[in-house]
């Protein structure tokens, strides 16, 4: 397994915890992403995972709504694209993306499997689970975060309804890294 699979199957197990770890009356629970509550988190990771999947003509296969089984469904979309990643010649296809052309296991690296670190954080603090996210992941993602251009935390630039980042929230130069992470990621690691 290259290290895009493996990092994604890591991420993918992580996240699948969280979900598992879900109580049946927490599902409505508000999360830290202003508009969603906690089954929207799942709900955008599995749409997340079947936007991988466009770029080849496909979508999600048959698969359980998130509205009737968060779990099952998250898992259907993630067997979707681990078959992409497990696939030599889809895997390396080159397609079009928002920041530019790349293959298609570096879009899934990059989105989806960068997403779930993220939302998984705001799935936790929404079920009150450990928020604490791998200390490698932090210290993996905080170069890019600093990076973040203006344009992706404006409502609708790519296109109607998405919204990549919120704005920064400023958190303290000496919190722990986490914390100013999460404030470049446009998430109050205090609330």
């Not at 079947?50 to 048959?62: I, S, W």
């Not at 979309?77 to 080159?94: Q, S």
């Not at 975060?145 to 929230?169: D, K, N, W």
Request: charged content about 25%; glycine content about 8%.
């Amino acid at each position: 397994m290259n290290a895009i699979a493996n990092r994604y199957r890591v991420r993918a197990d992580a996240f699948e915890r969280k979900v598992a770890a879900v109580g049946a009356g927490q599902w409505e629970s508000k999360s830290p992403c202003a508009e969603w509550n906690a089954r929207d988190v799942v709900g955008h990771i599995v749409d997340m995972h079947g936007a991988m999947l466009r770029p080849f003509g496909r979508d999600l296969g048959p698969a359980p709504s998130t509205e009737e089984d968060p779990l099952g469904a998250f898992r259907a979309a993630r067997a979707d694209v681990e078959a992409v990643l497990a696939d030599p010649v889809l895997a390396a296809t080159e397609h079009e993306t928002p920041a530019g052309k790349m293959t298609a296991e570096q879009h899934i690296d990059q989105v989806v499997s960068a997403d779930m670190v993220v939302h998984g954080w705001d799935l936790a603090r929404a079920t009150g689970q450990d928020d604490t996210i791998d200390p490698d992941e932090v210290a993996r993602m905080w170069p890019g975060a600093q990076a973040i251009p203006e344009q992706m935390r404006i409502p609708g630039a790519f296109g109607p309804g998405v919204v990549v980042f919120g704005p920064e929230v400023k958190v303290p130069e000496d919190a722990p890294l986490q914390d100013r992470l999460l404030g470049l990621l446009g998430r109050n690691p205090n609330a």
